[in-house]
């Protein structure tokens, strides 16, 4: 009877550490989404002012440009190893 207490107890442990890591991830994803929209309208009221005080050209041109950077992939370690590496003769292995 114990051991199925314990054993219920521990479970419940996991699913509430479970819980409050989904909660938390939700959290700083909010948190930054919030962030990045105080930024672009920052950004926006700067182009507006800019655009108002005659830099209207000049404020069209410097919009935002979300920056994606492409990292090229290499080749698994096997693929190369399996090219590089010597194989045994079957002579040095079937000596016995």
């Known amino acids: 009877m114990a051991l199925r207490r314990a054993e219920r107890e521990q479970k419940l ?7 409050k890591k989904e909660r938390d991830f939700y959290l ?4 930054q ?11 926006k009221k700067k182009q507006k002012t800019q655009s108002e005080q005659g ?3 000049q404020a069209e041109n410097q919009q935002v440009r ?3 950077r492409q990292f090229p992939q290499t080749r698994p370690v096997v693929e190369k ?16």
């Open 66 to 68: 979300k920056v994606i």
């Open 81 to 96: 190893e399996a090219k590089t590496k010597g194989k045994l003769s079957k002579e040095l292995l079937a000596e016995d």
């Open 55 to 57: 830099n209207g050209d």
């Open 13 to 19: 442990a996991m699913e509430i550490s479970a819980a």
């Open 33 to 43: 989404s919030r962030a990045l929209s105080s930024i672009e309208e920052r950004l």
């Open 28 to 31: 700083s994803k909010v948190d």
